[in-house]
């Protein structure tokens, strides 16, 4: 499998599933006649990140892993997202970063060094231990806190929801 397949797919198809809880998440606001920003700002336990902080780590880990593999400059995002159209469109400009990068970009960058500094910290990996170990257990873990917020407050998700649809 090439570095390609393993990681610009899979991030993107989270992406994607995690708009369509979003949509689900949103939906459910409108009809049980609460104010957005209820959801948006929820957390699962105090010391955890709301709902939006949980997108934007999604999508920064996603165009941070992208940018990096490929070698290609990360786009910065201001975090300012307060609504859900504005999460969309954050999710929309990431997927459209991922999509832009080409097969070729990645080639040989599972052997890459990737350094992060991480509160003062530089953790140094190669590519594929970049991705495998670091971007795909985060964005996994933030999809899913975002699915468990939403779940909480009963959001009616299911796991196919959380998967996606076959695409």
Known sequence: MQ???ASIAPLIRNLQNLE?????GEAYAEQKKVAPEVLLNSR??????PLIKQVQLVSDMSKGAGGRLAGIDIPQ?????ASFEQLYARIAKTVA??????PSQLEGAEHKEVVLTIRKVDLTFSGLDYLEKWVMPNV???VTTAYNILRHLGVPLGKTDY???KR
Request: charged share 25%; no cysteine.
């Open 97 to 102: 970063f991922l999509e832009a990068i080409k």
């Open 77 to 81: 995002y201001a975090d300012d997202e």
């Open 163 to 165: 998967l996606g649809q």
């Open 140 to 142: 996994y873990f933030h």
């Open 3 to 5: 570095l390609y397949d």
């Open 20 to 24: 369509h809880i979003l949509r689900q």
């Open 44 to 49: 699962l336990y105090v010391d955890m990140y």
